[in-house]
T-cell receptor, first 113, second 114 residues
């Protein structure tokens, strides 16, 4: 069985500062990794995903995440955040070839002016 | 495509009443998932279907919860009888599972059981 741990429940940061949201996973088999974002009163939307190949994956709005197999981590980073990045971010894992996607508890990113 | 459609958006009911949540997945998707989101427990997978067949319902809290998918374009999640601790946001998501495919989420149903 897989599990996901997001180490920070809330991350306050000033606008234009860098941010890192941490995610560690546990699995006995190969996995796919995802970051989803949830804006208030909305469902989750995919931000980026790692399936295979390059361990560094990027989203269109400046976020990136790096798959580190030895540390079983998939941390999300952005070099300069905007007010509009305020949202809840969920790390998720699914078993390669499987159906289930398991989500972490979420990290609430709050960007202050 | 209109995306995953859930109804109702909000449901307020009294303890002991039956509640039915509805979901229309994206056309062509072959997998459907029901999740529950609460502050205390985060996002929990309740049940998922593949090609209309329930694959894993181990996340369903108890026998009061049941889910059906009579065809590829419709699913229901029923709680009977409802209890205050069932209050949560219930999300439906769908995907075309070929491995690594993303989930498309509906806007959720905010359930309040008084």
């Amino acid at each position: 069985a897989q599990s996901v741990t997001q180490l920070d429940s809330q991350v306050p940061v000033f606008e234009e500062a860098p941010v890192e949201l941490r995610c560690n996973y546990s699995s006995s088999v190969s996995v796919y990794l995802f970051w989803y974002v949830q804006y208030p009163n909305q469902g989750l939307q995919l931000l980026l995903k790692y399936l295979s190949g390059s361990t560094l994956v990027k989203s269109i709005n400046g976020f990136e995440a790096e798959f580190n197999k030895s540390q079983t981590s998939f941390h999300l980073r952005k070099p300069s955040v905007h007010i509009s990045d305020t949202a809840e971010y969920f790390c998720a894992v699914s078993e390669t070839g499987g159906f289930k996607t398991i989500f972490g508890a979420g990290t609430r990113l709050f960007v202050k002016a | 495509d209109a995306g995953v459609i859930q109804s109702p958006r909000h449901e307020v009911t009294e303890m002991g009443q039956e509640v039915t949540l509805r979901c229309k997945p994206i056309s062509g998707h072959n997998s459907l998932f029901w999740y529950r989101q609460t502050m205390m427990r985060g996002l929990e997978l309740l049940i998922y279907f593949n090609n209309n067949v329930p694959i894993d319902d181990s996340g369903m809290p108890e026998d009061r919860f049941s889910a059906k998918m009579p065809n590829a374009s419709f699913s229901t999640l029923k709680i009977q009888p409802s209890e205050p601790r069932d209050s949560a946001v219930y999300f439906c998501a769908s995907s075309f599972r070929q491995g690594g495919e993303k989930l498309f989420f509906g806007s959720g149903t905010q359930l309040s059981v008084l």
